[in-house]
């Protein structure tokens, strides 16, 4: 049976931040999305898309990938087609993980960086990290499939002190 709740279809995500001044190294920002199995929302992700990536059916797909936030608009742009997703997923958990490669750097570290999450012309989150400010990664948002089929959104702003590669194992973990 089908509902009449549309709930969220197809969410775009931008990411910006400032470059770091001349001389200094630059800051690498990524968007994650991970992808959860219906029977397992909170265990292992059973895909994620990121930089170089995207999900193996194109339902979520990275447009846009800076490595030093240089240029106008947004530096990093994700979109997520909820309503094509399959059945088998119940959850998508989207994070932002800062590369971290000279040296260390957190959330508070880098100017201006700003999240929006958007359907259509609807903004339906926007985060500038400031909660998360010594965080080297950071959960923004999770869509959850409802019973009827519809997809919901969460606000989900946590911090987290990991590498990016910790950090996508972690990011979908129930909160206690």
Known sequence: MSSFNKGI???????????????????DLDIVAAV????????DPAYLVHFGSR?????????RDSKTGQGFGADEQMTIELER??????RVVLGVAIQQRDRRMEFGDIQSTSM??????TELLTSDFVT?????AATVAEFVREADGSWDMHETVRGFDAEPEEFTRLMGVRQR
Request: charged fraction near 25%.
């Open 55 to 63: 999900s193996p059916d194109g339902t979520i797909t990275l447009h």
């Open 36 to 43: 959860y199995r219906t029977e397992s929302l909170y265990e």
């Open 132 to 136: 998360v400010a010594r965080a080297t």
């Open 85 to 90: 997703l399959s059945p088998e997923y119940g």
């Open 9 to 27: 279809r197809k969410a775009e995500v931008a990411l910006k931040w400032d470059p770091n001044p001349l001389g200094a190294p630059a800051a």
């Open 116 to 121: 929006r999450v958007t359907e259509g012309y």
